[in-house]
Structure formats: C-alpha cells, structure tokens
C-alpha cells in the first residue's frame, strides 16, 4: 500500500483501507419502457451516453426528451454517478461523469447507462467526484477488465463491476486531490489551443496522484530539479490561475510542463 503522506505532506497513515464499490454504492439500471429518444417533445426528460461518455461532469444544460410508459422511475439526484454500461473496444467500457449541481426532479437515466448512488451511511465522508476521478485513474482501469465481458461488444458486469476496490481516504485528502484535478479540468476546456498537451498533463498528474503503490512518487518528488524554475501564471479569460494543496500554492512551468509546490 502507498503510505498517505506520500500524497499529502504532513499526513501519517499507516496504509490506505480500500472497500469494495458495493459497500459504499447502490447500483441502478437506466429508464425502462422507453418508446422515443432525443425527440423535440416527450414525457420526460434524462441524462444521455454522450453527457456521461463526454464529460467529467454531467451537464445538467443538455437534457434530453423522451417518451417512457411510466413516470414512476428512479430519479437523478446530486451526487450520482453515471456509468457507460458497454462499448466497442473493452478500454471504453465505465466511462463515467458525476452530478455535482443540483439537478430537476423526473430526469431519468439513459438506458445504456447505469447509476451509482452513495448509501447514506457515507455522505458526509465521501466525495463522489473523488471516486469519479478515481475510476479514470490507471490504477482502477487496470483492473478493469475483470468485469468486462464480450467479444465483437464489450459490456460490464455490474456484480463484477461492484466487487471491485476503492480507497478510502478522508474526505480533506479526497477534496484536496479533486481541487488539484479540476484545475486541470478547467484548463482544458478554456485552453482549447493546448488541450492536447493539457490533457497529457491532466493524466499524469491523475494517476500519480492516485497511485497507492509503495513504489509511487510522493508529490514533493514529482518536481522536475532543473534550473528553470520559472513561475508562470495561466491566463484563461484574464483570469488567473492559483490553486492550493496543503496550503502550499502551485505554479506551472511552462518551459518544462512541470508543476511546483
């Protein structure tokens, strides 16, 4: 297990208590009885692939129409997760994106996702967008594929899906580490003329700071020692750019792509 302080200076956890989905979630199916989609009217309105697919975050502004038999379906709420349930290729099966505003009442799920919605024992204790980042990082999605099936299409085993492990971290350490990654996020959506590069730093950045393997980098170590240590504020919209992790403030140096606390 990777030692906690070797992702927040300061932190002395002996080791990180992983739990399996399932402990934490409940998992739904998306809406049934569904006779149209995407048309100009409907009977309800619900979350799409696309917004799930696409997406860090659902966005609440591209609801969809659709006509359903029964309105008495289960309902998104704040905090939902939403998970792709199938794909062409294994690598893009559990795409997900998390709610984080405040969403209508009578908004379904589309019926190529499914939902995961933390059990009330935990709110409070676990941000959900932690885990969101979390399924993206390379060290779920390596053990992903123990609950992919298919050979021409692919699709998850939701019994399987939810015996896989998360990490429990507290809910500073989870909310500290989403900070450092939204930053990112937001980035790369402004900076559309860097987004290639940007979205190669958003992962590095994600999987080092999501990898609990004794062997990983702790974050002061993740510093490139060169003599450039030039700090450069980003500029997106004449707004400038500053984070904090641990109250330390980070600067991107953009001579060597490198992050600085």
């Known amino acids: ?32 009885g569904v006779s149209k989609k995407w048309a100009d009217d409907g009977n309800c309105k619900f979350i799409d692939y696309k917004n799930a697919y696409n997406n860090v975050k659902i966005d609440i502004t591209l609801l969809q129409n659709a006509t359903v038999k029964n309105l008495q379906q289960r309902e998104l709420k704040k905090g939902d997760i939403l998970v792709t ?27 190529h996702l499914f939902g995961l919605r933390l059990k009330e024992e935990f709110k409070g204790t676990i941000n959900t967008t932690f885990i969101k980042y979390y399924f993206d990082s390379f060290e779920f999605r390596k053990n992903l594929h123990r609950a992919v099936r298919g050979v021409t299409r692919f699709y998850i085993s939701n019994p399987n899906f939810m015996r896989l492990e998360i990490p429990i971290l507290s809910l500073k350490e989870q909310n500290d580490i989403v900070q450092v990654l939204d930053m990112f996020i937001e980035l ?10 940007r979205q190669k730093q958003y992962e590095y950045y994600r999987n080092k700071l999501l ?26 919209r004449n707004k400038i750019y500053k984070t904090y992790w641990n109250g330390r403030s980070i600067w991107w140096n953009a001579s060597n792509s490198t992050l600085y606390w």
């Open 211 to 236: 990898s609990f393997d004794e062997s990983a980098e702790s974050l002061d170590t993740l510093h490139t020692h060169t003599h450039t240590h030039t700090r450069i504020f980003l500029r997106t």
């Open 1 to 32: 297990m990777y030692n906690i302080e070797k992702i927040i200076k300061g932190k002395n956890h002996k080791k990180i208590e992983y739990r399996k989905i399932s402990d934490l979630f409940d998992l739904f199916s998306g809406m049934t």
């Open 85 to 111: 349930s199938a794909s062409e290729i294994p690598e893009e099966c559990a795409m997900s994106a998390v709610i984080e505003d405040d969403i209508p009442e009578k908004v379904f799920l589309d019926d």
């Open 188 to 197: 790369k959506e402004n900076l559309q003329a860097e987004l290639t590069a």
